[in-house]
């Protein structure tokens, strides 16, 4: 409700033009919009960005977001969930950060991200990881490189009527099936179209700019949707996260748990990349003769080299206690720093893990474990 | 301008399939693709990073020729003519037969189908091979004996469902991970795993039997199994009845090897061996997993004809959910055999030899094609050292770091009148070259590469070829110089294979583009061959071949009393021009080691990262010691992926008589502490 407030004060701050809207949206408490109308909002936006970053269906069942401003083919209703999250737009795996003009001479030039991005389809989950990443770039230290893109973004959340995969488990963690934070927009689909929520001004200039295409929801959709998002949870248990970052603050994970982590990894890089909380990243020079560029590149705790000093000396020596490292930053260590933990439940590391990690189980065996 | 483009993996033989992140032009990351058969969405730490190396400032953008052993920078007709020119002078002067093409397995099959051809009817000889000779050439001349074919009889997904699975000289989550991924959930599934090797390698710490014999004794090793499985009356009779012949012949050449009696040659205690015998003939699903450590020695086609004798006697082949799995090293290393890319045949395995296939590709070609065999890569080596042959045209291959015996391959090198070499990056090889053409990276083409379980399927272009050219267009405009035009699209090519090759015919682009297809496909609208040999064998009645036990060519002795053994690690790949170039790969071990066992380690007074002499027969290197009980006592192991502490300027070049693969996997061996 919060966030209504802020775009109602925002409409009084208008001219007295605006007067008869005000007064029609205070009387609503949600919006709707019909799902031509929708299509018609999705071609506005396209007109007011660079990128349209959507769900689009590549080959034959994958999911991925793609820009989509000109190609068109984005999917505005959909199941499932991008193979990749938001995060690979804002920490791609690879970027160029500055140009080297001349390595010898010291001479460099600022690459500026000047891209104007909106992201449409965004699950709750990949929402939520949005906003944790926040604290990890823009907290204390602010990350230019990541800030320049999140300024120039507008996120349209479409929230879940089912799950997106069997091993997701975003309910229990607490970040799906609808967002609470982070968007300009969330969608909510039911039958006939979209209950509307507007989390920011960047959402209410949108609303403001096509209001003809909103109207008041209906107390049926409003109840069918919470019928829908209530069907969602049920049969799940909110994880006690804080119980589960006491019991692994306190080593008493059974060791036989992380033996098995440690024959299962085979340090693919898969977790630490699809990840949409995964913030570590190294840089690298490409330089060809005097010029070239420095990269930045995501990279993380699943390599030994990750933390070797110089001159080889290594902290963290066994191949399990590298994978563990993931786990350990996850549910215990952010949790502590944050009061958090940075898992959102969207079951990307499970999917595509080669050694069948799964952090669900690991999750359920550790608590289970400690009663 | 953001672009994805689907496409398959160029490291291992196993085949991924992910979408190149393209952003501005710029090949900026890689996107699994869940949809894809083989890997469904898993990737390996290099899949992952396969991006990296595209772009990389490293890569050959233009033509080099050598001049007073100095490259300088050509134009692309400069480069070519120059080819051309002296391809055509040492061909007039010493005839086809003095020129030589090596092949590569990291290109597509149409280009490798044009090299074959290249060399068959624009230089007029059947001089062609290629990396398959240093991998899975006894793969091919082993299975084709027992079973009529020599490709891998199974597919990967039948591997979840096995009951057990026998792994032998392969390693499978660090050579072929996503393969490992299948082994790994099979065994969440509760099958047994059997795991030979010398080495306790990842798969085989989950193993219900780990067999670490000496490196090769796999002859003695299998004949005992199949011994102890006759004598404990667990072979299937009645499918030796039905589907197989020489079965008596086996059974009285196995009479000596019982469990007991290999002790000592294999180092391995009879109750395992007993237990592994077992567990393999006795469980339902059962299939047999190898790799080089079975074909890089000098009895590299016995011991893949042993594993059919073993496949066969308990009836695990022939069917689902059964079968032999050669995991294949190379991207497209099956492909380049099935397009022929071999002195003895052409695609589709049609040999040169038979009057009927020759007449055919001659009518097609409109050229007279030589009829006998070429020589194969080891041959080419010696008779260029010889003087015979004077010209090698090499693409994609990097024989001065990986061929066994480096000191002996830079002395064929040098030997040439005339040495082109095709390459992304300034390899060991290249630098010995006169010429030195840039071709294309897997991103660059369009086309198929062909994996190990006889899937062909597409490659598709990304970005334009850096250099401008791709390693197809580079051949067929030196063949048109020399007066036979081929045609490069590679669409048009792939018709042709299919128009020239019966285990090809219903292939084509359009239908590869869903999930690819696997070979056999015999006719237009054919679904492809997931299993081959049910029902009957391609040769008819499988056939048991009897074997003996023979030492590896060289055997510890006083004054080398190792063996040492050599293989590929999950982050590097080969010999390392992609993935040391690739930040966290390099970065994982950036220097070449040997492993010892602590036994041994004492005994030599070698200590945990403390520099060592490796000395054989051929040659010395200086490394850091790994001293882990993971690997046998009386073995050292090695890598050899590292140009600049090159592994083979000690292996053995000693090689098996009939495919003629270098025994890379075993030659004695010292060491010092320095």
Known sequence: MVLDYVFIAELFARTVSHALIIVKLLQMKKLFITKESLEELVKNLKKDCDEFIAPKKEHLDDIVFSDTKHSGGELSAYEGNSVVSPRAFLLPQTEEVFKIISAKGAKFKAIEEKTRRIFYGVRPCDMKAITLMRDFFADKFVDAFYEQKMERSIFIAIACASRCSKKSFCYEMDSGPVAKDGFDIELTPVKMGYLVDIGSKKGSKILKKNNKLFTKASSGAIKEAKAILERFGEAAKRIDYKKLARIMAQDKVKQSIWDDMGLRCVACSGCITLCPTCSCFSFMDRLENDRGARLRYCDGCIYAGFTRMAGGSAPIPNHKDHIRRFFEHKLNIDTLRYGRPSCVGCARCIEICPGNIDIRKFIEAVTKGAE | ???????????????????????????????????????????????????????????????????????????????????????????????????????????????????????????????????????????????????????????????????????????????????????????????????????????????????????????????????????????????????????????????????????????????????????????????????????????????????????????????????????????????????????????????????????????????????????????????????????????????????????????????????????????????????????????????????????????????????????????????????????????????????????????????????????????????????????????????????????????????????????????????????????????????????????????????NKGRVKVKTRRGELTVAAEVTDKIKKGVLWMPFHFTDEPTNVLTNSAFDPVCKTGEYKACAAKIEKL
Not at chain 2, 135 to 147: E, I, R
Not at chain 2, 547 to 569: Q, S, W
């Open chain 2, 1 to 607: 301008m953001i672009k994805r483009v689907l496409t398959t993996c160029p490291y291992c033989g196993v085949g991924c399939g992910f979408y190149l992140d393209v952003r501005d032009g710029r090949v900026a990351g890689v996107i699994p693709s869940k949809s894809n058969t083989v890997s469904k969405g898993y990737l390996c730490v290099k899949g992952w990073h396969s991006h990296e190396i595209v772009q990389h400032p490293d890569r050959l953008k233009k033509p080099l020729i050598k001049n007073n052993g100095k490259f300088k920078e050509a134009s692309w007709d400069t480069a070519l003519d120059y080819v051309a020119n002296r391809l055509k002078d040492i061909k007039a002067k010493h005839g086809s037969d003095s020129l030589a093409v090596c092949a590569s397995a990291r290109c597509t099959n149409e280009e490798n189908f044009l090299m074959m051809k290249f060399a068959r009817a624009a230089l007029g000889t059947n001089n062609i091979d290629h990396c398959a000779r240093t991998c899975h050439a006894a793969t091919v001349s082993g299975l084709n004996q027992s079973f009529g074919s020599g490709a891998g009889t199974n597919s990967y997904d039948e591997l979840p469902f096995m009951d057990c699975i026998l792994i032998i000289g392969s390693n499978p989550t660090e050579a072929h991970p996503i393969v490992g991924w299948r082994v790994r959930t099979a065994v969440d599934n509760g099958a047994k795993t059997i795991v030979c090797d010398p080495r306790r390698i990842l798969s085989a710490e989950s193993a219900d039997v780990h067999i670490q014999h000496y490196p090769g004794t796999d002859i003695a090793l299998i004949n005992a199994m199949i011994n102890f499985i006759i004598r404990e009356n667990l072979h299937d009779k009645e499918f030796i009845e039905k589907r197989t012949e020489g079965f008596n012949e086996l059974e009285e050449a196995v009479k000596s090897y019982t469990p007991e009696s290999v002790k000592d040659i294999t180092g391995v205690k009879p109750e395992l061996i007993k237990k592994a015998a077992r567990i393999y003939a006795a469980s339902k699903k059962s299939c047999i997993m190898y790799s080089l450590g079975m074909t890089e020695h000098t009895v590299g086609t016995d011991n893949v004809i042993a594993m059919a004798n073993l496949a066969m006697v308990t009836g695990h082949v022939g069917r689902e959910f059964s079968g032999v799995y050669p995991m294949r090293g190379q991207n497209n290393v099956q492909g380049a055999c099935d397009m022929g890319a071999l002195p003895n045949v052409y695609s589709g395995y049609q040999p040169v030899a038979d009057k009927n296939a020759r007449d055919k590709f001659e009518k097609a070609w409109g050229v007279e094609l030589p009829a006998r065999p070429g020589l194969t890569l080891t041959d080419m080596i010696d008779s260029a050292i010889k003087g015979d042959v004077k010209c090698f045209y090499i693409i994609g291959e990097d024989q001065v770091r990986t061929d066994p015996d480096t000191h002996m391959i830079e002395r064929a090198l040098k030997s040439l009148e005339f040495l082109v070499v095709q390459e992304i990056f300034l390899s060991e090889t290249a630098k010995m070259a006169d010429v030195v053409l840039p071709g294309a990276s897997f991103a660059e083409k369009e086309g198929t590469f062909t994996c190990a379980e006889r899937r062909i399927q597409r490659v598709r272009r990304a970005i334009l070829p850096i250099s401008g050219k791709t390693d197809g267009d580079i051949i067929c405009e030196i063949s048109g110089r020399l007066g036979y035009k081929m045609e490069f699209d590679s669409l048009k090519v792939c018709d042709e294979i299919a128009s020239l090759t019966p285990l090809f015919k219903g292939v084509s682009f359009e239908r590869l583009e869903e999930n690819g297809l696997q070979w056999p496909v015999p006719e237009h609208g054919h679904p492809g061959t997931p299993v081959v040999h049910l029902g009957k064998f391609t040769r008819g009645l499988g056939r048991f071949i009897p074997l003996k036990h023979k030492p590896p060519a060289e055997v510890p002795d006083k004054e080398y009393p190792f063996i040492l053994t050599t293989g590929r690690m999950l982050f590097h790949y080969n010999t390392g021009t992609m993935t040391r170039r690739v930040s966290n790969l390099s970065r994982e071990y950036p220097h070449n080691f040997v492993q010892i066992n602590p036994k041994d380690a004492e005994t030599s007074g070698v200590k």
